[in-house]
């Protein structure tokens, strides 16, 4: 399973494992998305980091941000085949997980990990769980074993039992529909922006601004969409302890799923800084990404040589690295829109 051609992953990964690490997290996640492929290679990712053994992670008990993917934990996780990491799917003749599959999974995972950080097991299509077996998995998801990690995949989760959803951490994952009418939008209004060169400042901080209203319209997003789904709402008489690490589960959950729509939003960015770049090499037989901007495109990569428009690509590479570290995002994306070539 190639996971490293989703590496917006990695975003909402670091995030997990940092927290998991500090044990600030309860240990049962519930990723929810469109495309079960990519639940999986998320799911992947996760359980090859906290048991990611490669020579840059040895620092002694802590769990590592990211995973090096060629150590040998690394490879037999992505092969499935390390003995840590349990899969559990429903059978492909009934296409339901049954009680007897969840009592498995919970035994394997009782046990110490042999070799990694954590026993990790991944339910694929948790809304398979008849519900017996949903039942029989509840004392587990509630108090997961000591160093293990459950994650539930579904791409109908509400077909889950509220019972299931309220003990897990839920994250939703976005799918690879390409580009659609909201996301090409604000690329359109920046790239209009840039119609005529910004010969001052004050002109370069306009688009800034364009960028910085996106991401905060993704930021609301990501924290209404985490709150309309909270269990708080669900479960009003919980007690305080409780509804206290929700608030907190919520917290992560913002941030993770925030970074994730950055990172979609400055890949279609980047989209477009592609498209500008083959119009620098009049390569018409390439055709865009975005073809909706192409006059947008034309204008300013007849500004462009084709070597300022592989360095623009490279800075927006090397922005979306960067707001992979704790850096302070205004000044990261500031210090990045002053140094494009526009
Ligand atoms: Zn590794």
Redesign the pocket.
Do not use: F, H, L, S
């Given at each position: 399973m190639p996971w490293e051609d989703f590496p917006e992953a990695q975003q909402s990964v670091s995030l997990l494992t940092r927290s998991i690490d500090r044990g600030r997290l309860g240990h049962a996640y519930l990723f929810t998305g469109e495309s079960p492929d990519r639940l999986e290679r998320v799911a992947g990712e996760l359980a090859?980091t906290v048991n990611?053994?490669?020579g840059l992670f040895q620092s002694r008990g802590r769990i590592p941000t990211t995973?090096?993917?060629?150590?040998s934990?690394?490879r037999r996780i992505r092969e499935g085949i390390h003995p840590d990491v349990h899969w559990l799917r429903a059978e492909s003749k009934s296409r339901i997980i049954r009680i007897e599959q969840v009592r498995e999974l919970i035994q394997a995972i009782q046990l110490k990990p042999t070799e990694g950080r954590l026993k990790v097991g991944v339910l694929v299509g948790a809304d398979r769980l008849n519900p017996q077996a949903a039942n029989a998995f509840l004392k587990t998801l509630e108090e997961p074993p000591p160093a293990s990690l459950l994650i539930l995949l579904t791409t109908e989760p509400d077909r889950l039992l509220e019972t299931v959803l309220s003990r897990c951490l839920r994250l939703s994952v976005p799918g690879e529909s390409g580009l659609n009418t909201e996301r090409t939008e604000w690329v359109g209004a920046f790239a209009r922006e840039l119609q005529q060169p910004p010969k001052s400042l004050l002109s370069r901080y306009r688009v800034l601004d364009i960028l910085l209203r996106r991401l905060a319209e993704l930021r609301a997003g990501a924290e209404s969409d985490v709150e309309a789904r909270s269990p708080a709402h669900r479960f009003k008489e919980a007690d305080s302890a409780l509804l206290e690490q929700w608030e907190e589960e919520a917290k992560a959950a913002v941030e993770a799923e925030y970074r994730l729509r950055r990172s979609l939003a400055l890949r279609d960015l980047q989209s477009w800084f592609r498209d500008i770049w083959m119009a620098t090499l009049s390569m018409t037989q390439v055709s865009p990404i975005l073809p909706g901007l192409e006059s947008l495109t034309q204008a300013v990569a007849a500004r462009l040589t084709p070597a300022e428009a592989v360095a623009n690509l490279r800075r927006m590479e090397e922005t979306q690295a960067l707001l992979n570290t704790n850096v302070q995002e205004a000044l990261a994306l500031e210090v990045t829109l002053l140094r494009l070539h526009l």
């Open positions: 090859m990611c053994q490669g995973a090096c993917g060629t150590c934990a690394c």
